[in-house]
């Protein structure tokens, strides 16, 4: 198990399984209270994913590579899979994080959803249109909380005008940890476990990491 972030995985007791997911120990109360200050509003908070680690983000990256899970373009449809090596990173890079960088290494960071908004036995995706669809109303109140500074150090990291990556409503992040976390991080680091790991689009990882690196990494170190 490795990833940039001090080396942490599931078995960690810095984490617990709270909903089937593992979360930093540090963040669950202020989990509880954002779950709670929400369902006095009429909303259920829920967990869709939180710590994923490397090795799960490895598998992502390869099989999006390798055409066993589909390519979204920008506007979340499935695209052609480019033949270039370049071209098919900066594809897979749209909706899925670098491996050994992605924020769900942290332990900090949640993706969340409305359970009181899904339909019985309805599958949730993640994507832009539930958040404009089902889960509108309680995207515009934690909206609200967060403008309020009522969230308990929550914050959303991908928003438009920030790095490259798509926005990601659902996707928050408790700050205060995060930044802890976020000390550990070493690209010299991560280009050593991409030297020594089977992923794909290897070459090109390694020729543009600085640049992926600033595009991709550093401008959502909030
Ligand atoms: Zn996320």
Known sequence: ?????????????????????????????????LKERLAGEGYALRLESAYRPFERQLSIWNRKASGELKLLDASGNPMERPADEEQLMYAILTWSALPGASRHHLGSDLDVVDG????????????????????????????ELMDADETFGFSRVFVPGRGKIQPEMWHIA??????????????????????????????????????????YIYPYFI
């Open 116 to 143: 009181n908004a899904c339909p019985e036995g309805y599958e949730v995706q993640l994507t832009p249109a539930e958040c404009n669809g089902m889960f509108a109303p309680f995207h515009k109140k934690l909206t």
């Open 1 to 33: 198990m490795i990833d940039c972030y001090g080396f942490r995985n599931a078995e960690s007791p810095d984490f617990e399984n709270i909903e089937g997911y593992f979360v930093d120990k540090e963040v669950l109360p202020f989990y509880n209270k």
């Open 174 to 215: 408790h700050l205060p940890t995060s930044r802890k976390r976020l000390e550990n991080f070493s690209l010299a680091e991560l280009r050593s476990i991409y030297e020594r790991t089977d992923i794909a689009c290897k070459s090109a990882l390694l020729d543009n990491l600085e640049r992926l690196a600033d595009d």
